[in-house]
């Protein structure tokens, strides 16, 4: 298995991920050809300096993803923070340390970076995820919310 930064080739691979999923599901659309708003997405991201798409590939399938991207920010005296997002584990591959690899990837970039904290926002039904977070370090101290536009 390798992690690495995506390449464009992989985005079809991380939308069947982002949308193989209890919540994804209703919420993405993975079809041929990928709708044209995530090439547009990719292409963002891209392009954004501090913000990158990391993949888990074996035998050249995506088998799990994360958004990485880094915050600067003048509280806490200027500290830059690391954001993950949109992470997912293929299921057929769950329970193999896949998750916990990109993770220690993203960890490991975030330190390169300067960065003085890791931070991730999750759904409250993800109770798995939720351990998995937990047993990573992570500890639920803020209450997210969000507003749809």
């Not at 690495?4 to 659309?29: F, K």
Request: charged share 25%; glycine share 10%; net charge negative.
């Amino acid at each position: 298995m390798e992690i690495r930064t995506a390449i464009r080739s992989d985005l079809e691979g991380i939308v069947r991920l982002l949308a193989d999923d209890e919540l994804g599901v209703s919420r993405e659309q993975f079809e041929t050809p990928l709708p044209q708003t995530y090439v547009d997405a990719f292409s963002a991201i891209e392009q954004q300096t501090g913000n990158a798409l990391l993949v888990a590939v074996d035998n050249a399938e995506v088998i799990g993803c994360l958004q990485l991207t880094f915050i600067p920010g003048l509280a806490r005296l200027g500290m830059t923070r690391a954001l993950i997002e949109g992470v997912r584990v293929d299921k057929n591959n769950r329970g193999k340390g896949i998750g916990e690899a990109l993770f220690r990837y993203a960890i490991d970039a975030a330190k390169v970076h300067g960065c003085g904290l890791v931070q991730l926002t999750t759904d409250k039904q993800r109770k798995d995820a939720h351990r998995f977070y937990e047993r990573l370090g992570f500890v639920s101290s803020h209450e997210g919310m969000k507003l749809s536009l």
